[in-house]
């Protein structure tokens, strides 16, 4: 971007040029999938199960939490990458009752010090109907502090509390590869997409 010659590039233009760097990103990561046929809802619909398949064989306590949910929106791949300014965008599936109801998009804007990307897989397991309710009617749905993160790719493991308490939403991350560490989904943003034929 060419500044005029004397106006100096404000912090918010700054930022401005930044959120539409990640907006074009994420349009050419879709067009991309497009064109390979991957957002189809039988290609989406693979991908989340061999990514359910991966996290019960990986990590078995998780079989009774999603046995306990209301339901589960699965996220196979989330792309992360920044210098300074990150973000994050994929794809997913909302499954109640071992089934797909809707298909969601998530996208992540960070500001701060942020060198490095990352690749991993999400899942949010909804463990009341008022929380699945809340997700599924919510315009724009966004992740907040109160979730709990259950598991990270890091070694942890599941502690009592985790298993056993009455949080309304739990989230787990698995399958981390990249070089940026410590991720988080907080500030995440869910929006349905269109309908399968339209895909």
Request: charge should be neutral.
């Amino acid at each position: 971007m060419r500044q005029k010659a004397g106006i100096p590039m404000t912090t918010f233009s700054r930022r401005a040029f930044a959120l539409s760097g990640l907006a074009g990103g994420a349009v050419a990561l879709s067009g991309c999938d497009r064109i390979s046929g991957t957002t189809a809802p039988d290609r989406l619909d693979a991908r989340v199960d061999a990514t359910l398949a991966e996290m019960f064989a990986q990590y078995g306590k998780t079989r009774s939490i999603a046995a306990r949910s209301a339901g589960m929106l699965v996220m196979p791949l989330i792309t992360e990458a920044g210098l300074g300014f990150g973000g994050g965008f994929g794809r997913g599936a909302l499954r109640v009752g071992g089934v797909s109801v809707e298909y969601y998009n998530t996208t992540k804007a960070n500001w701060g010090v942020q060198i490095g990307a990352n690749q991993y897989a999400h899942v949010l397991f909804f463990m009341t109907e008022d929380a699945l309710l809340n997700f599924r009617t919510g315009d724009g749905w966004e992740l907040g502090a109160d979730v709990e993160a259950a598991i990270y790719d890091d070694g942890q493991t599941f502690s009592t509390s985790t298993t056993t308490n009455s949080a309304p939403v739990i989230s787990i991350i698995f399958g981390q590869a990249g070089l940026k560490l410590g991720v988080t989904i907080e500030g995440t943003k869910y929006s349905k997409m269109a309908p399968p034929e339209r895909f």
